[in-house]
């Protein structure tokens, strides 16, 4: 059984494109969120959603726009890619936002700006 | 700022070794830090929390420590093998919610 999963894996496309990745939690959790991790492997959180409500926003270029139709769903859409947006992006989900909790990640959408 | 450093250079040991992997925070005192293992082309997978109030952490052959004063968690894992082998990430959530990770460490144990 899947818990954190997301489409596509890999995403290939043209400086300028739109693209969105979606994810689907199957946890029952409340909370779901996104990170970017770059090429020097560092894992940066981007938005944070709590039963459908945006809950953390950080300073990401208005380009990028999380959407939740549900507690389960987190989608990220681009707009207008640049080449620095090439990165693995992570969707995650935790029970509630508390302190205590972790966090389970999806496997990751690497996207290629070309 | 708030940071989390941990070793960026690979940890590389014999299979049977003790792996001891370093991280160290500073600027906050988290109440809790957490460990994740990441394997090439996967998702971090937690591992072990351990809370201010606890010294130390066991988990089969894992094991963590958290030193308020010296601001410092070490992760041992005892006995290690070649499945060992991955990233090591350590994390801990501020005080804005949000949970901040280190660069993490690569372990590779060598059979």
């Known amino acids: 059984d899947t818990a954190v999963s997301q489409t596509p894996k890999y995403l290939v496309t043209q400086m300028g494109n739109d693209k969105s990745i979606k994810c689907e939690q199957n946890?029952?959790?409340?909370?779901m969120y996104w990170y970017k991790q770059d090429s020097k492997k560092f894992l940066k959180i981007m938005f944070s959603?709590?039963?459908?409500?945006?809950?953390i926003n950080e300073t990401v270029p208005n380009r990028f726009s999380p959407k939740s139709p549900d507690k389960a769903h987190l989608n990220l859409h681009i707009n207008s890619l640049e080449l620095g947006d090439s990165a693995v992006y992570f969707c995650?989900?935790?029970?509630?936002?508390?302190?205590?909790?972790?966090?389970?990640f999806g496997p990751g959408t690497r996207l290629t700006v070309l | 700022s708030q940071k989390i450093e941990q070793n960026s250079e690979a940890l590389n040991i014999q299979e049977g070794k003790t792996a001891t992997l370093t991280c160290n925070y500073t600027n906050y005192s988290p109440a809790y830090l957490q460990w994740y293992r990441q394997d090439p082309g996967r998702g971090p997978v937690f591992l072990l929390l351990?809370?201010?109030?606890?010294k130390e952490k066991r988990k089969e052959r894992l094991k963590v420590t958290f030193d308020t004063t010296l601001k410092q968690s070490l992760f041992h894992i005892t006995a290690s093998q070649p499945a060992d082998s991955a990233t090591y990430l350590c994390?801990?959530?501020?005080?804005?919610?949000?949970?901040?990770f280190g660069q993490g460490t690569e372990l590779s144990v060598k059979p």
């Open positions: 994390a801990y959530y501020n005080q804005g919610g949000k949970l901040i």
């Open positions: 959603y709590n039963n459908k409500e945006l809950i």
């Open positions: 351990i809370r201010e109030n606890e």
């Open positions: 946890l029952g959790h409340d909370t």
């Open positions: 995650a989900s935790s029970p509630l936002a508390a302190r205590e909790d972790t966090q389970y």
